[in-house]
């Protein structure tokens, strides 16, 4: 089955502790995106993958890392957590960065205290 | 904004009744997505419009497309219980490649 897998689907941390959110798909896409879901704020891009080895800055990276070193693979960091990034997250895959679907994990719900 | 703008925000229906769901936009596009997500969960993709297309249909959403007004709706027929979520609408920007999400419609259908 065609998925996009996160791993934890909770987590509640302290501030400070380095953490990482696993991101992996089995469709070979090359294109891969990080997303934090607010609300009254929408999703909004954290950072995004355009192959391995290849990642860029999306909307809102501060305070985020990501690495690729595999296609398959995408996770994202959070070096120093703070409060305000807790939020709900989202990886997300495509074969493109634009003109063809995007298919989405179920979430990371994140929690920093 | 560059963001899709959704109308209305939140919308309550009789299961049975129709749905529509609208979204406007200032960017220029390649194409628009519409994506449904259930209460918490990740977002999954129902269709997807072309900059010169004008209307699609997938079983019972139809979606128009109007380049010129900049706007575009989904209309959900003979709505279901299990049609209620949040429907998001997706930018495909020709100006920055990227994909670009709006706030979205929260429906409730009502058994």
């Known amino acids: 089955e065609a998925q996009v897998t996160q791993n934890p689907r909770y987590l509640i941390t302290v501030t400070g502790k380095k953490l990482t959110v696993t991101c992996s798909q089995n469709?070979?896409?090359?294109?891969m995106s990080w997303y934090r879901q607010d609300p009254g704020l929408g999703l909004r891009q954290i950072y995004y993958s355009m192959n391995v080895e290849v990642t860029d800055k999306g909307d809102v990276p501060e305070g985020y890392k990501v690495s690729r070193k595999e296609k398959r693979n995408f996770p994202l960091i959070l070096e120093s957590p703070s409060p305000n990034q807790t939020s709900l997250y989202f990886c997300?895959?495509?074969?493109?960065?634009?003109?063809?679907?995007?298919?989405f994990g179920q979430g990371t719900r994140l929690t920093v205290v | 904004s560059q963001q899709g703008e959704e109308d209305p925000q939140a919308l309550s229906i009789q299961e049975g009744e129709n749905a529509t769901m609208n979204c406007s936009y200032k960017t220029s596009i390649n194409n628009l997505q519409w994506y449904r997500q259930n209460s918490g969960r990740g977002l999954v993709h129902l269709i997807l419009i072309r900059s010169n297309e004008r209307e699609k249909h997938s079983g019972r959403l139809r979606v128009t497309l109007d380049t010129s007004k900049k706007s575009s709706s989904l209309l959900i027929t003979a709505s279901r219980a299990a049609d209620t979520a949040s429907y998001f609408c997706a930018l495909g920007s020709s100006n920055t490649g990227k994909l670009i999400f709006g706030q979205g419609t929260t429906l409730q259908v009502k058994p």
């Open positions: 469709m070979n896409h090359e294109y």
């Open positions: 997300a895959s495509s074969f493109g960065r634009v003109n063809t679907e995007a298919f």
